[in-house]
């Protein structure tokens, strides 16, 4: 893995970056800002980072503006949407070949990786985890452009059980989209689960890549 210095908005953005030679695939992912270890060096960005590796993508994490190395000051949302946009844009100069772009968030990155969704139609899947339904309006995300999996920590569920329930049911109805959606009994932190997380989204990549090739 090889650090690396990116432009963005406001300034170089910090990554850490696996190359993979003729892969077909790139994986972005996107770190949260409040929970415990808000940067790259989340254990959730750093699984979901590893699993996508291994499945021969290569593979970028980085930090948004203002976070350790990466220039700029922190924003509302709108100007880490603008670092997204600037990371992918890179991950494809590398990559000038790969039919299929994925990306993938945790929390506050779960929202602005589905923005940025919403917004590249070269994205064909995500994966999400601990979407933070009750700080912003996810109401964008319909209808969904592309099947995703979406995974939660049981002890916020309740918090938040209604909005998720009804956003999961409305991505659901839509044709050709597949949404998965599982309950991972942790609290936000998600300690000790960095393997069942692995897993779950490793089965995911797979089922998704082997209906890519057929279409």
Same mark, same amino acid.
């Given at each position: 893995m090889s650090e690396v210095l990116f432009n963005g908005p406001e300034g170089k953005l910090q990554g850490f970056y696996k190359h993979v030679e003729n892969t077909k695939n790139i994986a972005i992912i996107l770190h949260p800002r409040e929970?415990?270890?808000n940067s790259m060096d989340?254990? $959730?960005v750093?699984? #979901?980072f590893d699993t996508f590796y291994s499945n021969s993508f290569s593979t970028l994490k980085f930090n948004f503006r203002g976070v350790q190395k990466? &220039? *700029?000051a922190l924003d509302d949302g709108t100007g880490e949407l603008s670092d997204a946009a600037s990371a992918l844009d @890179? #991950? &494809? %100069? &590398?990559?000038?070949?790969v039919n299929h772009c994925w990306i993938s968030g945790v929390s506050f *990155?779960? @929202?602005v990786s589905s923005q940025l969704l919403m917004r590249r139609p070269e994205i064909v899947s995500f994966i999400n985890v601990m979407i933070p339904i009750n700080e912003f309006d996810f109401s964008f995300l319909s209808p969904c452009p592309a099947s995703g999996l979406i995974l939660h920590p049981s002890k916020e569920i309740n918090l938040e059980k209604q909005k998720i %329930?009804? #956003?999961i049911k409305r991505l659901s109805n839509q044709k050709n989209i597949k949404i998965i959606y599982k309950i991972i009994n942790t609290d936000i932190n998600f300690k000790n689960k960095e393997k069942e997380i *692995?897993? $779950?989204a490793d089965g995911f990549i797979n089922q998704i890549l082997i209906t890519l090739e057929q279409n």
């Open positions: 929970c415990f270890e989340n254990n $959730i750093s699984t #979901l990466s &220039q *700029g @890179w #991950l &494809q %100069t &590398q990559n000038p070949d *990155g779960a @929202w %329930t009804n #956003l *692995g897993k $779950i």
